[in-house]
């Protein structure tokens, strides 16, 4: 292995561990969105110096953001618009199917 390679694989690790951080920091705020020039700047602030595409793999590499452009970020823990969060009752009793089954068992047993 390269020196280069072995400098390289070092340098992705960290910045993947500081836009964890940075991306866990924001989401600790509760941001929804989060400027992706904002972000790079945050991030050149620790030293880490990136083209936006950089950016943009590193955070998608990151696995803590939903969504991703040159415009935003968006954290993974803010769900899409799209998806119903409202709690509905159960339609199965699993309780009750439990239950029915373990009678089932017992008076096959006898």
């Known amino acids: 292995m390269l020196i280069r ?3 390289l694989e070092g340098y992705q690790a960290d ?3 500081a836009v964890q951080d940075l991306l866990t920091n924001h989401m600790a705020d509760d941001a ?11 991030l050149s602030k620790q030293g880490f110096v990136t083209t936006t595409d950089e950016l943009i793999k590193a ?9 991703i452009d040159k415009d935003f970020i968006k ?5 899409p618009g799209d998806i119903d969060t409202d709690e509905e009752d ?3 009793d699993v309780g009750k199917m439990a239950g029915d089954q373990a009678m089932k068992d ?3 047993e006898l």
């Open 15 to 17: 910045i993947l561990t």
């Open 59 to 67: 955070v998608n590499d990151s696995g803590y953001a939903s969504s």
């Open 106 to 108: 017992i008076k096959a």
């Open 5 to 7: 390679e072995i400098v």
């Open 32 to 42: 929804k969105k989060i400027p992706t020039e904002q972000f790079q700047s945050e």
């Open 75 to 79: 954290p993974k823990d803010q769900l």
């Open 90 to 92: 159960p339609s199965v």
